[in-house]
């Protein structure tokens, strides 16, 4: 009796209809990217702000001046140089609630004269100001001062609903199927998208983002293993890379958006309402065969199969009416399974700190661009063309010199330009910026390779549960990100670097300590993840163990 893979070469194991699905879904990746780092444009720092007291105000609104002027003329100096507001406001009000000293004041005064004099300095209590020509997240719901942390808190939730969703739609995707999940999802995604556009308040905002990454995470997770379990064997890592460009794509493409729409729910809803196109994939995306055989309808599966092989111009023939699907019980694992053994402890304990660190490197580095100034749409356009190479150097490399060399060099690089980065004197931009491209690409590399060594460093009874445990710390790693970044720049505009190069130059060290997949066939079984890296690997696949059952189309 056949099995689907044998079943797949002969239907075709990247024909037409996979090139055609594949395109499709990649697409995803774009959203999702959109998604992942929109925070930099729904909430760039305000060139200037601050407090505006009512006798302010009527001052300004007396003499017509503009934002820069009434800034210029009424707002007191912000308290170190690197600030680009104060949280406090001249107290010119009489204690009868009159004019006082600014009713004494000429529009026709010099620029100094207003907050040159003796009034005394109070905490704001509302009436903000922002020097800009567009509304983003921080002045609409004034997230300065003591509200600062407020626009950390917005990508921290982002990230926890990224967690949630890898569990909780990860697990609804094996239970009730790939492409039903993604269509949820995606409709998930851009109705709460919608609604965070038009939030009227912060807690609905916050709680509406959370709730748009648990679906996006979804729509990435569910469209990546449908790609990956539709093609052959062969392609499958390839795919798996590729799919990765279109997130950079995305990134490349966000900045554009941003320039053109004006205010942040336009920016929103723009990156948000192509999810309800992917609604229209239930008509030419099919269900994982795969997934099919793991819940025992191998008729369905083979019907897709058929449909698979009339696309790419093939035909199964009259052998291929049965299809092998197995009949064995798999036992629920547990977190010990991955941490019982030397080998597979060593290796979960390093690739959760892997997967940590390129979430907080990556994630910091991105957002990091929108506060040190200079123009944030050029700057974060050429930051996405730099990850372009990234997949290209992974596919010319790891073939020959393994994983995991290109792994540990690619972490080591980004450290070490964070680190140079971080001491560089600011005279010299042009050679600040080409080390910070070189820590983009490599840190850019580590993410990718370790989606792809994760998955060949666990058995196939622990592949799912192992690689999912491991990848939940990117998310946690993405929730820390934004307060580590902003709260150490607000200590010193460097100091994060400095926090990225440790991190990245001692995860570029561990992983050296994992053994070398290049050329090994996948394991099977914890023993054989114990026999990794010594003279006993194997190099060929085994049979699973278990009985076969067969079913008719």
């Known amino acids: 009796m056949p099995s689907l893979d044998e079943a797949l070469r002969q239907a075709g194991e990247f024909g037409r209809f996979q090139r055609r699905v594949f395109l499709l879904l990649c ?8 998604l992942f780092v929109s925070v930099v444009f729904l909430g760039p720092r305000p060139d200037h702000y601050w407090c505006r007291g ?15 002027e009434e800034w210029n003329r009424t707002a007191p100096e912000a308290p170190e140089p690197h600030d680009h507001g104060s949280c406090q406001r001249y107290l010119l009000e009489a204690a009868n609630g009159s004019a006082g000293q600014a009713g004494a004041l000429s529009c026709a005064d010099p620029l100094a004269a207003f907050p040159n004099r003796s009034a005394p300095l109070v905490p704001c209590q509302g009436g903000w100001r922002y020097a800009q020509s ?65 939030a009227p308040n912060f807690p609905v905002f916050v709680i509406f983002r959370f709730l748009q990454g648990v679906f996006g995470k979804g729509t990435w997770m569910t469209c990546y293993v449908i790609v990956t379990e539709i093609v052959g064997s062969k392609q499958r890592r390839i795919v798996g890379i590729v799919i990765q460009m279109f997130f950079t794509l995305g990134i490349i493409i966000l900045p554009g958006i941003a320039y053109f729409i004006p205010n942040w729910q336009g920016i929103q809803l723009a990156i948000t309402l ?23 309808k191998g008729e369905k599966a083979l019907k897709i199969l058929r449909s698979i092989a009339k696309c790419n111009g093939r ?15 798999v036992s629920n694992p547990s977190f010990l399974d991955l941490v019982r053994t030397p080998q597979m402890r060593k290796c979960t304990l390093i690739l959760m700190f892997a997967w940590f660190t390129s979430a907080v490197v990556y994630q910091g580095l991105v957002m990091r661009l929108g506060i040190i100034g200079g123009n944030l749409y050029i700057d974060f356009f050429i930051s996405g063309v730099v990850e372009l190479p990234g997949a ?23 450290g070490v330009a964070c680190l140079v980065t971080a001491f560089l004197p600011e005279g010299i931009p042009w050679l600040r910026t080409t080390v910070a491209t070189l820590g983009r690409l490599g840190i850019t590399m580590a993410f990718e390779i370790v989606y792809l060594v994760n998955s060949e460093l666990y058995p196939t009874t622990l592949r799912n549960f192992g690689v999912s445990l491991c990848s939940g710390l990117c998310d946690f790693g993405g929730i820390i990100a934004p307060f580590l970044l902003f709260r150490l720049a607000a200590i010193w505009l460097e100091l994060p670097l400095i926090i990225f190069g440790v991190l990245a130059s001692l995860c570029g060290a561990l992983v050296m300590l994992l053994p070398e997949t290049k050329g090994i066939a996948l394991p099977e079984t914890v023993e054989d993840v114990e026999k990794l890296g010594s003279p006993y690997s194997y190099t060929c696949g085994r049979k699973r163990k278990g009985q076969v059952s067969s079913s008719r189309l």
């Open 392 to 414: 290209l150097l992974i596919l010319l490399t790891i073939e020959r010199f393994g994983r995991r060399l290109p792994f540990a060099v690619s972490n080591v690089v980004a």
């Open 54 to 68: 009512p006798s302010a105000a009527a001052l300004a609104e007396r003499c017509g001046w503009s934002a820069e």
């Open 27 to 34: 697409l995803t990746g774009i959203t999702f990217a959109f």
């Open 134 to 198: 567009h509304s983003t997240i921080v002045s609409e719901f004034n997230l300065v001062c003591a509200k600062a942390w407020m626009l950390d808190f917005t990508q921290a939730i982002l990230n926890l609903g990224f967690l949630a969703g890898a569990f909780t739609l990860g697990y609804a995707a094996d239970r009730y199927g790939r492409l039903v999940i993604y269509l949820i999802s995606c409709f998930g995604v851009g109705l709460t998208g919608i609604v965070v556009a038009f």
């Open 274 to 296: 192509p999810n309800f196109l992917f609604l229209l994939y239930y008509w030419v995306v099919p269900e994982s065969p795969r997934w099919l055989i793991t819940r025992k």
């Open 315 to 329: 035909y199964l023939s009259s052998n291929f009416s049965e299809i092998t699907v197995t009949d064995e019980e």
